[in-house]
RNA sequence: GGCGGCAUAGCCAAGUGGCUAAGGCAGCGGUCUGCAAAACCGUUAUUCUCCGGUUCAAAUCCGGAUGCCGCCUCCA
């Protein structure tokens, strides 16, 4: 089965086919590290990480790039305002960066390259492209002359002139046309700078990335993604880059993620509305942020809000509950009993359920299509409980055995279902008391007290513990061997 | 002003020409249970913002209207 990308170029889905037979090579534009990562950072991440994940899974070798950029004005601006190197400002928050995606599981890429590690290539750069005539020094500056460049605007669908005539372009007479780019900046005083054939100063933003690509992945390679607002103008200069230098094509397919919105708007900093990865971490298990992300299709919006977070939740017990069901699958030999027809009808379904998973992420990474067959098979496990209660343990067995394979699929691509499911409900119990400042210990007093009530059949009793506790969101669940409890 | 996207049940969300319009959350009825919870079974959109058109056939293609959103400035 091929895989299938929406190519942000074209606008539509088209048949991937790599450079090279087997391998891909795929870059992703990292952070700016001045600030902690938000939500929206974390989806950039967890969509291109399940992109790696399953074309890996697909069998491909695949060479996955991120970069830091680790050299910019909003970055000197926060040195300055501590008055410390940018380099304090640039290592503390990759640090942070590296941290959070540890916790969102989010695999490490092959390589993360950082800018100011790479100043030879993109100085190198950029000679080539003053000396092919593509670019312009002013007064230390070094400017990209889009006009040079026929192509400019084909990614996002714009041309020159419209472009012009809306107008809100800075002004900056060093520029022969206002939409031309900076390549280099000249450094001003006390700044931080590298030497170059233009004096002293610093790259532009765009140059990096094609500095970095190029050299670790070649001229021309194959995926290259990033949030959706990076399609203009940074990923429209970094072609008129990267193809003005090299004569060929940059990427094969262009891949951005929608937006993070937060109850509706726009996150923004003037709106106050950022959530930071870390704060959100606090309240929620990092899977139930995946499975928030991942339950809609990466380029649509996704709207953020406690409730969906709280959805996203309620859905991860449910898978959470089935696994702790296939925890433990009594030992038999094999064999006996698969192949009774209902243990048979049962192992077919999982197994079409795995069929359509992975011709789901085949179809544009399409997850949220993926995982209603995740839930089919959540429901497989219980019905198969419930109809096999009875059944010989080597049927159930031989459901549970084909439906923990199923689950460890998914979860190897979709990046959830990693922790252990006792582990899974004692954290997710710890995390909601905390949230609504419970006392565990004063819970399990009370359900012990009800334990006794029920013990000595006094009904109205244990009823009235009950709801006390359900008062607290507090719900129980009585079974033969005892009871347990969890937070609504 | 220019470019682009979206509109599917109470909410979230797949589906882009043809089997009964996935799945999750919430609700309701039933089974189970001392009663519950969880789980299971059933149920909740004769219809996909509206109006026209193409077609034997449209949520899906085309045109128009309305509404929402994004980009054009740093931004995942």
Redesign the pocket.
């Known amino acids: 089965m091929p895989v299938n990308i929406f190519h942000t170029a074209t ?1 539509k889905k088209e048949t991937f086919k790599p450079v090279n037979d087997g391998m891909v090579g795929i870059y992703v ?4 590290a001045y600030d902690i990562c ?4 974390a ?2 991440a967890v969509v291109f990480d399940v992109v790696v994940r399953h074309l890996r899974a697909r069998g491909y070798r695949v060479t996955y790039v991120k970069n830091f ?1 680790d050299i ?1 004005d ?1 970055i000197i601006d926060r040195a300055k305002k501590e008055g410390v190197a940018f380099t304090d400002i640039s290592e503390r928050f990759i640090k942070f960066h590296n941290d959070d995606m540890a916790a969102l599981g989010v695999e490490t890429p092959t390589i993360t390259p950082k800018a100011t590690e790479h100043m030879d290539d993109m100085i190198a750069l950029i000679g080539v492209l003053v000396e092919k005539g593509f670019a312009y020094a002013v007064d230390g500056d070094v400017y990209f002359a889009v006009d040079k460049f026929h192509q400019y605007g084909r990614l ?3 041309n020159l002139d ?2 012009l ?2 107008a ?3 002004v900056n007479d060093k520029k022969k046309n206002p ?1 031309d ?1 900076a390549l280099w900046k000249a450094s001003k005083e006390g700044e931080p700078f590298w030497e170059s054939p233009w004096g002293k100063g610093r790259p532009g ?1 765009h140059i990096e990335c094609s500095a970095m690509s190029r050299r670790y992945l070649g001229e021309t390679f194959d995926i290259h993604g ?9 990923h429209e200069n970094e072609i008129a880059q990267s193809q003005a230098a090299t004569g060929k094509p940059l990427a094969n397919f262009w891949m951005h ?5 937060i109850n ?5 900093k003037s709106l106050g509305n950022i959530f930071p990865i870390r704060e959100i971490l606090k309240n929620y298990h990092p899977e139930v942020l995946r499975l928030f992300m991942l ?3 990466y380029r ?4 953020y809000s406690t ?2 977070l ?3 939740r ?2 991860l ?2 898978c959470y ?1 089935a696994l702790q069901q296939i925890k433990e699958i009594p030992e038999v030999s094999a064999g006996n009993d698969e192949t009774s027809t209902g243990v048979k009808d049962y192992i077919d379904k999982i197994t079409e359920a795995v069929e359509n998973f992975d011709a ?1 992420l085949d ?2 990474f ?1 997850t ?2 993926g ?2 067959y ?3 098979v ?2 497989l496990v ?2 198969s ?2 109809a096999g209660k009875n059944a010989a343990t080597e049927s159930k067995a031989a459901v549970f055995r084909e439906a923990k394979k199923a689950f460890e699929h998914f979860g190897a691509i979709l990046g959830i279902f990693r922790d252990d499911p006792d582990q899974f409900f004692a954290n997710d119990k710890k995390m909601e008391c905390g949230k609504r400042g419970l006392n565990m210990a004063e819970i399990e007093d009370l359900i012990k007290g009800r334990q006794e009530a ?1 013990i000595a059949r006094n ?2 009793k ?2 009235e513990i ?1 709801n006390r506790l359900a008062a607290l969101h507090v ?5 033969k061997e005892g009871t347990t409890w ?1 937070i609504e």
């Open positions: 606008r534009c990292g952070i700016t938000h939500i929206g950072h989806r950039a950029t910019d909003k996002s669908g714009r419209e472009m005539a809306g809100r372009v800075d939409m780019f933003w990033g949030g959706e607002d990076l399609i203009f103008p940074h993620n929608g937006f993070v919105k509706s708007e726009k996150m923004s339950q809609s299709h649509s919006p996704v709207d409730d969906s709280n959805e996203s309620a859905g017990i449910r509950a789901a179809d544009d399409n949220a299509r995982l209603g995740v839930f089919e959540v429901r219980n019905n409980a419930i029920r009904w109205e244990a009823d009950r719900l129980l669940k009585d079974s969890s």
